[in-house]
């Protein structure tokens, strides 16, 4: 993590589309359901998974963790801190208090709504 977040120290101050493309460079490929191999930062703990029709959730989730590691470095967040995630959402709450028309509230049902889709599985009759 060290490597992004050196590269996240770059972009403090810039515009958010110019510190995506910054992390986008430094993340480089990672690893797909498409390679057979497990994208970073998914971690099962052994749990039983939403079910994945399209098989993309594990990408998803890969996408997930590469913005929450930026968040713990920009934060100072420890990685092994579970409140990262719920500080991020703050956040973005108050981003949304700034930058949104619909609010944080809409978003969030919004996504709710996205990821009911993503692991939905239609029962069939037999």
């Known amino acids: ?17 110019d510190a995506g493309a910054v992390l986008n460079r430094s993340l480089g490929p990672k690893p797909t359901a498409q ?14 998974l939403p079910a994945d029709p399209e098989g993309m959730n594990d990408d998803r989730a890969a996408v997930a963790y590469s ?19 719920s500080d ?5 709450m108050h981003w949304c208090d700034r930058n949104s028309d619909e609010g944080f509230d809409v978003a969030l049902t919004r996504a709710r709504a996205y990821y009911a889709e993503e692991t939905y599985v239609e029962e069939t009759s037999i």
């Open 35 to 48: 390679t057979g191999a497990e994208p970073q930062g998914v971690r099962t703990m052994n749990k039983r």
């Open 1 to 17: 993590m060290a490597g992004v977040c050196g590269q996240i120290g770059l972009v403090r101050g810039a515009a958010l589309a």
């Open 67 to 85: 913005a929450l590691e930026a968040f713990q470095c920009l934060t100072g967040i420890d990685p092994k801190d579970d409140t990262a995630v």
């Open 88 to 92: 991020l959402l703050c956040d973005l």
